[in-house]
């Protein structure tokens, strides 16, 4: 199920010791959410909560893919304006990650696979009406107008 805290948007799973974060335990279970609007939006950008250099995460949507961390200094990330009806959030939990790679396998700031993150913000916008719809009600438009000269 869906949680919410004042970090944003998380995921209760079983077993989860933590169930306000999207996360990666237990260990290799990569918890995910997916906002999923039903019909094609702009996808502008993302904002995580709880997010550190030490977090991974995957976004998925329609004909793509995005990878980020470990180390991504910013917790926004802009999707540059992507287009899909959903965007799915994958937190990952595997060992060699998490900031492993770093600090070496026994010094690794999340032993038992642990990325915590929410989903802060998101900021999404309409798909512009392609041209041939505002063409199509301009002459729906100009035939009413002619009918109703004809009548007169």
């Excluded at 329609?62 to 999707?79: C, F, K, N, T």
Aim: aromatic share 12%.
């Amino acid at each position: 199920s869906v949680t919410y805290n004042a970090a944003g948007l998380g995921i209760n799973g079983s077993p989860d010791s933590t169930p306000g974060q999207i996360d990666g335990y237990p260990l290799f279970s990569s918890e995910r959410i997916t906002l999923d609007f039903g019909y094609d939006v702009v996808w502008d950008d993302i904002t995580f909560g709880l997010w550190d250099t030490n977090d991974d995460v995957r976004l998925n949507f329609d004909g793509g893919e995005v990878y980020y961390g470990p180390g991504q200094a910013s917790s926004s990330v802009d999707l540059g304006g992507a287009v899909s009806s959903y965007l799915q959030v994958t937190a990952y939990g595997q060992l060699g990650q998490d900031g492993c790679a770093r600090w070496g396998f026994f010094r690794c700031n999340d032993w038992n696979g642990y990325d915590g993150l929410t989903v802060g913000s998101i900021q999404v916008s309409s798909v512009p009406l392609p041209a041939g719809g505002l063409l199509l009600i301009a002459g729906l438009g100009g035939l009413g107008a002619l009918r109703r000269k004809k009548k007169s």
